[in-house]
């Protein structure tokens, strides 16, 4: 098995030779021999065909990794795609490798995309082993951390020929089994059990990771999940199956299990047991990157705004730009909504900013301006949400500045203003040094938008 780490955006070269001692070239521009780099074409179009979003770009004789990142594994070899943070280097290097892979850990965990707000994130992302690897001893650890608070249970429907009366007397069928024997009861009832959806979801990924190649140190965790999930019927996992309903009881397991079903969607269909394995485990990097700068900015940035309310997605803050009739049309949901309300004299006085994730990289060729739908976009909040200032943030970009577009309205009149701002990931964000560099650069830019003067530093409370 050829394991190899492309960074995103990076290039994929079909060698001209098909032998394994082929050069394999370096993490932004990765050669592979022919019969791999062929394999991996079908692969991707068979994911197209199921109705896939594309990983690849195709060429004659090469492809760009689009905005994903994650693993991929097809018959010989495995792929570790990497999001790439910085544009004026290679980053190339095993080290630089190793800080994006720690880099990009910190934000599928803080972030939700993996198993969110597991203990110990930051032991997490030093941890030695690929990006899969990390990943999977991140649930497990989740997974057996939530069973031994206990498992899920819920009520389930059964019907029997019971010895005793229990529940409602089924009474077609009783007198159809029952005539002649007066002391049984066929009944519906329900009883507490722990095969529930959730369970059942869980013990498939961990069925499935058991089969695959992994530290000796995961798999123990992985058996460990199966012997606490062993009176859980085993049960074969189907596409599409609707999500269960997730209550105060059993709102614990929903990130363990929203990873479980991306773990049992990315295999491919036809996989059979003892077979090499094929399987995907990729992550949007828009999605990464929005839902790590929202708990980011929860976590190590709102304590110091006292009178300011964060609201990631819009929750509770989601406006409606058109009404047809009585009904609404085109419900708006920024990535992030801030409101800051400051008691005065007469009445309260308002502000309100809006930010919107772009995991995009601007070009000098365009002036370092955001493109037109973004514009648009930030236009329609700036009108709707009644604001003087609405962000586009986008990863830090070698030789674009930052900026502010004033923007029009009747008459030629000030319509608020959209700025261009960054933030510098190519810093080690899972330590001390990168969260506090982090958090005073968003910290800037939030006192800015909401038009606040500059504070004293504020030391979070534990």
Known sequence: MLRVTVLERGRIVRSDSDADSVELGTPSRRVLPQRLYDRLYRS????????????????????????????????????????????????????????????LMEMLLRGGLGAVRARGIADLALKRGNLHDQLVAAFLERTLFELRRGLDRGYATEEDNLATLRGKLVLSRHVALNAAQKARFYCRHDVLTEATQISVRLKQACRVLAGRVLPVTVL??????????????????????????????????????????????????????????????????????ERYIAAFLASEVMYRFA????????KGQRHNLYLDGQEKVLRMAPDLVFVHETAGIEEAKTKTLIIDTKWKRLSE????????????????????????????????????????????????????????????????????EGKTALADELAVIVREGLDLAAAAPVEATA
């Open 44 to 103: 991707e179009g068979a994911r197209e065909d199921r109705g896939e979003a594309a990983v690849f770009r195709w060429r004659r004789n090469h492809c760009f990794v689009g905005p994903w990142v994650g693993v991929m594994q097809i018959p010989g070899l495995q792929l570790e795609i990497l999001p790439k943070t910085d544009e004026g280097a290679a980053q190339d290097s095993d080290q630089d490798v190793r800080d994006i892979r720690s880099n």
């Open 220 to 289: 123990v965790k992985c058996h460990q999940v199966l012997a606490l999930l062993d009176d859980v019927p085993d049960l074969p996992f189907r596409h599409r199956e609707p999500d269960p309903v997730f209550t105060r009881q059993n709102e614990r397991f929903a990130d363990i299990y929203g990873f479980a079903c991306m773990l049992l969607e990315g295999q491919a269909p036809d996989a059979r047991s003892g077979e090499v394995e094929t399987f995907s485990l990729l992550f949007d990097m828009e999605q990464v990157f």
């Open 307 to 314: 009178d300011a309310s964060l609201f990631p997605q819009a």
């Open 365 to 432: 060729e365009d002036g370092g301006r955001p493109s037109r739908s973004d514009l648009y976009q930030l236009y329609a909040y700036l009108h709707r949400y009644d604001c003087q200032r609405a962000h586009l943030l986008y990863p830090k970009a070698a030789g674009i500045q930052t900026r502010d577009l004033n923007a029009r309205g009747r008459n030629d009149s000030d319509a608020g203003t959209v700025g261009v701002r960054f933030v510098d990931l190519n810093r080690k964000l899972w330590t001390r």
